[in-house]
């Protein structure tokens, strides 16, 4: 199956990547499920339904033409409407999106949440770009993606690049074009204009609830605990949050350019008027903290800590630095980002026996947010933070005991990476069978 992937797909590494941890996963159900090896069903949940591509054409502040491309990849519609975010990176490629959308699929399917998986970007760099220069870029995206979503039919929302400015960029162009107020059409939107409370922290404050699980359940808790997490966009400033919130310490962060160690713990206001408001570099903050240092490029890794939340990107996190964590004392390695730990990273884990948590279970709590946001929009609903948030911490509780119980079912106790595949595919698998074949 995996050399068919590899044919089909040239080129495309971090797809291959994915791809090959699922299947790794998978020899176990099909001893099961004779049935799916007969309908090639993972098979076909390895083909996206629909990949478009499309260009997107801008003029920027000097009045010189830009052209970028555009990518949505519908993956799988077997649980819901297809459901992921836009990247903005100058990284975009089309083995990206695709990595991304079927990781989705999963991720969705451990929700609970009747969601099906897709997601979509640009190579566009946001980065050193005018608000108006953003905004044209949007309504030139959304001028050509407007006409493959919809409430029912696909339901973007954002990730790296795309956060709540971008997403009021593309919603308005959206509206524009068909005339319509869909809430339902993007999740991630502004508090007065549809948005559901909890939404921009979900992703952060499900990592951290998830890890607050797997040490549960091993009699642990984060008090006094020292954490590291890479990044310091969306989902690793609201990681910080959570992870002070629950009695530990975020000591180290970073982005592109370095990091910075704060032994005090880090600063979250100090950050968020960084990255959020000046959306600086994160050297900044190391200037105005005077118990933080800022080291320039460097490995985050190298920092010891309890626990890693690599938060920031794919393949951040290798086979050396996985190293390093394990001969640090590391105890629970939880990713926020989607794939940020190498296969290598992941092996050097389990040789040390780090107990690892896969992006498609720890950082779910953003999907399952907007799996919410869709709900208050259907309903025409507004729920409290407190509310939204209850919901949160259940979900991300539900989905490690959903991992930790399947892992022991299918004869892997305490592998959480086995436990979300098959616990995820089974969900789309079930689906994907009785909708004949499609
Ligand atoms: P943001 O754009 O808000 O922040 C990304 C952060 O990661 C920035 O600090 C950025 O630094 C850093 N980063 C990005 N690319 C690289 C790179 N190549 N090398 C080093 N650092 C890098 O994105 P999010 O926080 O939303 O997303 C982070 C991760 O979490 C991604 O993997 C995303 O797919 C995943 N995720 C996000 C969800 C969400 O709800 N937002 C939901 C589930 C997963 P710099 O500014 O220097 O580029």
């Not at 005339?179 to 409370?197: C, F, I, M, P, Q």
């Not at 609830?209 to 040490?215: D, G, H, L, P, V």
């Not at 989607?338 to 992006?359: H, K, L």
């Not at 305490?414 to 595919?425: E, K, M, P, R, Y």
Request: net charge negative; hydrophobic share 40%; glycine share 12%.
């Amino acid at each position: 199956m995996y050399a068919e992937v590899l044919r089909r797909n040239p080129g495309e590494r971090e797809f291959h990547q994915a791809v090959h941890e699922v299947l790794e996963s998978l020899a176990v159900v099909l001893g099961r499920h004779s049935e799916y090896a007969e309908m090639k069903t993972i098979e076909r949940i390895c083909e996206p339904e629909r990949q478009i591509i499309f260009r997107v054409p801008w003029q920027d502040d000097s009045g010189e033409v830009q052209i970028n491309r555009g990518f949505r990849v519908e993956f799988n519609s077997a649980l819901g409407p297809y459901k992921g975010g836009l990247r903005f990176h100058p990284s975009v490629n089309l083995g990206i999106v695709k990595f991304l959308g079927f990781e989705q699929i999963f991720k969705n399917a451990l929700t609970g949440m009747p969601i099906g998986g897709g997601k979509g970007g640009s190579d566009f760099d946001p980065k050193g770009r005018s608000d108006a220069e953003v905004m044209r870029f949007c309504q030139s995206f959304m001028t050509e993606l407007y006409r493959h979503i919809g409430e029912y039919t696909d339901v973007p929302a954002g990730d790296i690049g795309v956060g709540a400015r971008e997403i009021g960029y593309l919603f308005g162009q959206y509206k524009r074009i068909t005339n319509r107020y869909e809430s339902g059409v993007l999740t991630g939107k502004g508090l007065g204009w549809g948005g559901a409370l909890v939404r921009t922290e979900a992703t952060g404050y499900g990592a951290a609830f998830f890890a607050e699980a797997m040490m549960e359940a091993r009699g642990e808790s984060f008090d006094g605990t020292r954490v590291v997490i890479s990044g310091s966009g969306n989902v690793a400033v609201h990681g910080i949050e959570k992870v002070h919130q629950l009695g530990g310490t975020a000591v180290a962060c970073s982005d592109s350019s370095g990091y910075v160690v704060d032994e005090k713990g880090i600063d979250l206001e100090v950050l968020k008027q960084v990255k959020e408001v000046e959306r600086g570099r994160i050297a900044d903050y190391a200037d105005r903290v005077g118990s933080a240092s800022f080291v320039a490029g460097g490995s985050i890794w190298d920092v010891p800590c309890d626990v890693a939340m690599p938060s920031a990107t794919q393949n951040e996190l290798d086979g050396e630095a996985a190293q390093v964590l394990a001969r640090n004392g590391c105890r629970y390695v939880v990713e926020g980002a989607n794939m940020p730990a190498t296969p290598e990273a992941v092996d050097a884990f389990r040789a040390a026996g780090i107990v690892f948590a896969p992006g498609k279970a720890a950082n779910a709590g953003g999907v399952a947010t907007s799996a919410l946001e869709m709900q208050q929009n259907a309903s025409r609903d507004r729920w409290t933070f407190e509310h939204s948030e209850a919901k949160l911490a259940e979900i991300m509780r539900g989905i490690h005991a959903r991992c930790h119980e399947t892992a022991e079912e299918y004869g892997s106790p305490g592998d959480l990476v086995l436990g979300a595949n098959v616990a995820g595919f089974l969900e789309v698998a079930e689906a994907v069978h009785a909708h004949g074949l499609i």
